[in-house]
């Protein structure tokens, strides 16, 4: 990280800038109140450092050695003094550091009437943003992959109900991307942009969202560690773009024998991901557990543990969903969550 | 499972146990307000279900295939109608069903000031239990195993002060039995038996803590599946012994890299464990997260999930603790704890 | 799966792919020396088998319910008779049911004449098949991510060089695709496409490297189960590409503390993958370790477990490599393992 | 440790380790041929090594921070010289360093006349040492547990069988010890001390067979990472025991779905141990799997790997087996793999 003086100028941040790129690295600059640091994007190594710090207007160079940076809260301290939760604006929503956010719909849009209904269910039951598959990832070829699948036309019909849906009740909306082809189309159409958890390695992916500028919702892989799952959050804002909202939404389960939960929840990585970066995550009970019985109990969970929100899949009736059907839970019981969701989280934060 | 008429007498109950034993099993028997039922202990492949179901007084013979029957809803449901919940009683402490029960304590004892001090602070932040380890499973022999490594002496004088300290502060006392010979001098002076994670699987142990007819918090294993740690409760019910508080204390963590928590706490587990059993389970955020600056969060969650209660190390000056101390928090630090988890079992309760 | 009658007409073939579209399925046809099979790709659950059947020229018409038909040994049997392997040519290497084949290289193409030297000497060593990384998947943003990263110019160049070590040591060529951008601009240059671990659930770009009709080297990711590796290859299967190469790469380490390999190289798999599917299957020692020292021991093992080949990664001086220099072996030390595999080999298949 | 000089007396030696018992510690004296050196067993923070180094004859007074040390390779070579691989004397038989080790036998033992069969079938085939299980550690009380649970009669019986079947065909015995009242017993009767994966983490049950002075035979267990085994693996060293075998079975399978193998054979760690440790591995590939049709292709990479021999189920008719007849092999086929490994190893030990 370069440190600039509080005074630097213009000028002298360029020069910064192009000594970096010189390097075949890129730059991130923040300005802060006071100052601006620089962040450096790529390959450390090749930089001398001594060299940066001799520039005019540079106060300090520091290597800095994690795979995180730019997400750190060592680094939003450097240039913008306490900075206890980053707050993402999404229409009239404010997601992180204060009340929970709550995101449900269905897991995939199956129709027009579908997702209005739902969305209406939502809405009165409290939810602040609406969610609905158009893109589904699957683990078989041979399954339902939503009505993303029925080419340009399809998908552009599913998107628009979902803004319509979305404007009707007054919602945000968001949508899963699942490959680089379908980044411009689905950001044409919707407040924020999902990667989902079998999406989290896919370097040239992130890197496109990235460059959107829109709010993204970005899931841990159930095979990825903390550690990884920050670093690649990194590479969402080496683009520039710090609106990242992070969701834990399970990992492999352990043990042999019968399976009682799709995933393990991870909740401890709520707190633990809070003490090393000011964005706001989320948690994923729907996914995370595969059973509604379960959505309830682990809802509150991940809200006693500190999440920012969470993200419910919910249909009006849950045994006819295409996809998905055994983790949904109706618009009834979403309120019950809601309700008790926002009691314990006063308890917490008083 | 055999289940008798509800005017079956002791001779034809008396029989029936025989004719178990006979081929080579063991029999429980359960007597409801209405009805007993007689469970089997043992590979029910050697039983001829057709000829128990001719005997006298017998109203139905069914084999049952699961690994975990004895402490399983169904079972308590056949001679008791509706059994939502076990209520285990210590002292005047019941666990299960009602409000959350919090066990702190020491992770090991140190000395006799030491503990009383500690015992002194748990009661006045709202601690039931007293916890305190004398024989301390270690990963490695070069590490300090506790006082119960001193030989009989070191063990008894440490158990003394335990039972002292629960005695002068009233507060029924806990601590872990690691190998069967000390299971008669442990049960000497404690109130509830130990069963720590490591010796999950060690099913000669469980058998013989199982008849001692005390109450036995039951740990699971950090690689065990939930059908596997029930399968093992299972061993103590074997003995006749239903006193059995279930525990999650974390799982091995998944994900290459540095790890941020020391084991994954399975929340889930709880409520899906509750709807399987009806016997208490409680959580160990400590040994859960590994991490002092988690440990609040964790135990909110699992309060929010639904546990019976919590296990949390607590020491007056954690960073001089002999053993773990990264993980413990302080008396005062517990009661933030204690009052916030009742406040958030309300939440949940209403 | 549709089975034609061994007299099915053309005509009779097309109706039948066309009746399987109407219901939104695509279709595979296979045709055997004796007969016709047609496979249903999509959700079966849309489709009327009893009205495909009363089809002319139907023979019979069955829905099959796992992820991953197109690519298994039953299908295959259906059309073809007995299929022990499939064989994949590339040039004049045969890949599958034969002589264990080996692929070396770089981790990271770093310039011209360090690809030369050791392209030279991997052929002298025996390998068969050149590996060379311009576009490489790293968990940091921070870390060198191969010359694809100097935009369409470096990776051309990188590529180009790829090539032309290819032709002058005679042997064919792979190397990996990241991203979908990157798809067409490889297979101009290399024989084999190869698809990362970490892009293994990728599906948007299963599709697109599958259609580029060329051998395509598929890893596992490391938090996958067989079950999941294959039904992901039926995505590239379902694009009309049966030549894909499997590979077992290793594992998420299970178990606390320090890690003694960076993944588990699970070498069961091999041996139950042949078990489920005609696709011949190699190993990654190199990866599945992180380490040189074990790259000998486990490249036997793979060989002895029936591995149809092995990825070995090669740097002509490690320690100054870019990339994973802690786990490539020199080509003198790739000799020793491919004489000592071959050795191997033929003691498993006498 | 405390290393001594060449020319120290008795005397000196016995001050030394009088010395570290004041501290609380054990000693374990090692005599090389040129000095001897006294490991410290327990927590070395109690210990001033500065006063240690100063008594007379002592060379050198280093403390060593790893949870394994009496079975390092470094401690070997301080008193040893070189010191490759330990080797195991059992009878005639030689374990480690050699040729490799067959060990097989039914899982259980099931009834005299079984027994002798199989023996004589195994010792045909080429084995070296007969396994047979007394005391089966179960998933469920309410299956099989092994004739040992017919009380100390039904269990000397069993024993009885095991150590004739031994003597008539001139193999030693080993089985399986699952609790700490099983020793005495067990140890009267066999020449090789099993402790299960389940019973890894048993300190207590570990220290005690470790001074019962015999070879003791110890498995992994499923949740355990190398660092872990190595550690309890000292527990038995502590006691003066290092006539230990190790041994590789499997651990807990990644990944959602349907389970292909029971575990993950993880045989990168036979040679990452070998590079730690001094005492022979072999690996268990019936249990790593748990399929009869993996069981020849797990034994020959095994071997392949540098295990120093395998344990493997054998059973003359699988199918009737009253334990585990799923991982079974016959006589005739363990010849088969027997004769295969054993040319496997002559190629990787040229």
Chains 1, 2, 3, 4 share one sequence.
């Not at 990832?137 to 979305?166: D, I, K, M, T, Y």
């Not at 490959?179 to 992916?205: F, H, K, P, S, W």
């Not at 995550?281 to 991940?302: E, K, N, Q």
Request: aromatic share 6%; glycine share 10%.
């Amino acid at each position: 990280m370069i440190i600039m003086n509080t005074d630097a100028t213009k000028e002298q941040i360029d020069q910064v800038v192009a000594e970096i790129k010189k390097c075949g690295l890129r730059a991130d600059v923040s300005k802060g109140e006071y100052r601006s640091v620089i962040g450096l994007i790529g390959d450390e190594r090749q930089v001398d450092f001594a060299h940066l710090a001799a520039l005019p207007g540079v106060k300090e160079a520091i290597g800095v050695e994690t795979p995180y940076k730019l997400i750190s809260r060592e680094y939003a301290e450097l240039f913008e003094g306490v900075n206890e939760h980053s707050v993402i604006k999404v229409g009239n929503i404010n997601i992180g550091g204060g009340e929970p956010v709550f995101i449900a719909g269905p897991c995939a849009i199956e129709g027009k009437e579908q997702l209005l209904r739902i969305a209406e269910g939502i809405k009165k039951a409290g939810a602040h943003i609406l969610r609905g598959g158009v893109f589904k990832p699957r683990s078989s070829v041979h399954s339902f992959q939503g009505l993303g699948a029925n080419g340009q036309e399809g998908a552009r019909e599913a998107l628009g109900w979902l803004r319509e849906a979305g404007r009707k009740f007054e919602m945000p909306v968001v949508t899963e991307i699942r490959g680089e082809t379908q980044v411009d189309l689905v950001a044409e159409y919707v407040d924020i942009l999902q990667i989902g958890a079998r999406n989290m390695y896919d370097q040239d992916l992130l890197a496109k969202v990235g460059m959107k500028g829109k709010p993204i919702l970005f899931k841990r892989h159930f095979g990825a560690g903390i550690e990884e799952f920050l670093s690649f959050a990194e590479y969402i804002a080496a683009e520039g773009n710090r609106q990242i909202i992070l969701c834990e939404r399970g990992i492999i389960p352990i043990g042999k024998g019968k399976s009682y939960t799709r995933y393990t929840l991870d909740l401890a990585a709520i707190p633990a991901i809070q003490k090393e970066t000011h964005l706001p995550i989320i948690a994923d009970p729907s996914h995370g557990t595969g059973r509604r019985d379960l959505i309830f109990s682990m809802s509150c969970a991940a809200i006693a543990a500190g999440a920012d929100g969470l993200m419910i899949e919910v249909h009006d009736s849950p045994e006819e969903a295409l996809v998905d059907g055994q983790q949904m839970i109706t618009p009834d019981e979403l309120k019950v969550v809601i309700d008790t969701c926002q009691r314990i989280h006063k308890q917490i934060s008083r």
